[in-house]
């Protein structure tokens, strides 16, 4: 399938590592042309990983902290070097700090704020007047089912994520009739090497065994429930990224969509 994303130009924030790295991948194997975002020029990056050969010409990297007004305009003056059109804006930058009820401040709920809410309201803010310039664009923002079905811990996280998705009801309904759509996508667990590592330190604990097929097995049976009996892989979150970033679909617009394998129905 042909996603018409060639020459298109995206900007993926928070791209210098894990699912963000895998969606500029995603979006530069499909012919877009992609800013790729880290929080701070020293940032540790880990885009080997997601590029192994080289940084392929259709990739340009930028800095700056989208917790602060100052660092959201630093990407923005650093992509207008790349290129003074945007087609795609991915929110991928947040940070999911550990919290509870008891022991997190009302700073540390205004610090999640900051990552998981300002930083794409300060993107959006900054590009939107030249992406309402072209005819058509896509805001797409990367949220979790927790904001839908939140855990007692990392309260200030999940509420965060929840102002997200409603959000982009709401900028969807601002941006009718420009061409602008705005949408949301809400993973479940996701494997990551840190989601890895942790689940193999646990496994060993729980006597979960070694491999990781016996392991995935035991976190869907026990940490993350769901009809396909696993936990998602960054690729199918990029590849969902990528669709909704296409002209393919066009018509889905204000939706926060899962991709949790059915758990969250399956808990219902």
């Not at 804006?89 to 509870?100: E, H, K, R, T, W």
């Not at 759509?181 to 060993?204: C, D, F, H, Q, W």
């Not at 002209?247 to 991709?259: D, H, K, L, M, V």
């Amino acid at each position: 399938m042909d996603l018409q994303l060639s020459n298109k130009v995206a900007l993926v924030s928070g791209a210098n590592r894990g699912t963000g790295a895998i969606i500029a991948k995603q979006l530069a194997s499909e012919g877009a042309r992609v800013v790729i975002h880290r929080q701070k020029e020293d940032s540790p990056s880990y885009l080997e990983t997601a590029f192994p050969d080289s940084l392929p010409s259709n990739c340009f990297c930028v800095y700056g902290d989208l917790t602060t007004d100052e660092g959201a305009q630093q990407v923005f003056d650093q992509s207008q070097s790349f290129s003074t059109e945007l087609d795609i804006l991915v929110n991928n930058y947040g940070q999911a700090d550990p919290g509870s009820w008891q022991h997190s401040s009302a700073e540390d709920w205004v610090t999640s704020y900051q990552k998981n809410v300002l930083s794409a309201v300060r993107l959006i803010n900054l590009f939107l007047p030249q992406m309402k310039t072209q005819p058509t664009g896509r805001i797409i923002q990367l949220g979790t089912i927790g904001a839908l079905k939140p855990n007692s811990r990392m309260p200030q996280y999940y509420a965060a994520k929840a102002t997200l998705a409603n959000l982009t009801v709401s900028l969807s309904k601002e941006l009718a009739n420009t061409g602008i759509t705005v949408n949301a996508i809400s993973p479940g667990l996701i494997k990551t090497e840190e989601i890895e590592a942790y689940y193999k330190m646990r496994a060993e604990k729980k006597n979960w065994g070694q491999d990781w097929a016996d392991i995935e097995s035991a976190i869907a049976k026990y940490d993350f429930p769901n009809p396909c009996g696993r936990i998602a892989r960054r690729e199918e979150v990029a590849d969902l990224v990528s669709f909704l970033a296409s002209p393919r679909a066009s018509f889905i617009n204000g939706q926060t969509i899962r991709i949790d394998g059915g758990a969250l129905e399956l808990a219902i």
